[in-house]
């Protein structure tokens, strides 16, 4: 598999493994006719197709971009738990700026 074809390589393993057929999964979600080949000349979906790609195969959008090997979802709580503490800190910030423009937003 070469880093150009990866997506379409995963996609097409994935496809196969469902024992779908690329127009089959284009009509399931509602794609053109002929979308997905697309992918073969090593053009990057869109993180909208890329996300519905995944869900659709219930796998990671990490792992179908190459960026993971496991096809396996990964829960939030398992990714917080990997980060460094400077990391962790800076998520919660993040998150403390976020919460508290939601709160003045809704008044």
Same mark, same amino acid.
């Given at each position: 598999?070469?880093?150009?074809?990866?997506?379409?390589?995963?996609?097409?393993?994935?496809?196969?493994?469902?024992?779908?057929?690329?127009?089959?999964?284009? +009509? #399931?979600?509602?794609?053109?006719?002929?979308? *997905? &080949?697309?992918?073969?000349?090593?053009?990057?979906?869109?993180? $909208?197709? /890329?996300?519905?790609?995944?869900?659709?195969?219930?796998?990671?959008?990490?792992?179908?971009?190459?960026? +993971? #090997?496991?096809?396996?979802?990964?829960?939030? *709580? &398992?990714?917080?738990?990997?980060?460094?503490?400077?990391?962790? $800190?800076? /998520?919660?910030?993040?998150?403390?700026?976020?919460?508290?423009?939601?709160?003045?937003?809704?008044?």
């Amino acid at each position: 598999m070469s880093d150009k074809t990866l997506f379409y390589d995963r996609l097409k393993e994935q496809i196969k493994l469902n024992r779908m057929s690329f127009n089959q999964v284009e +009509r #399931d979600l509602g794609y053109p006719r002929n979308s *997905l &080949n697309n992918y073969k000349n090593g053009i990057d979906p869109s993180g $909208k197709r /890329l996300v519905e790609l995944a869900d659709y195969f219930n796998v990671s959008p990490q792992y179908l971009i190459g960026k +993971r #090997d496991s096809t396996e979802k990964v829960s939030l *709580l &398992n990714e917080f738990c990997e980060l460094q503490p400077n990391e962790k $800190k800076e /998520l919660y910030s993040i998150c403390q700026s976020w919460a508290s423009k939601q709160l003045f937003k809704s008044h």
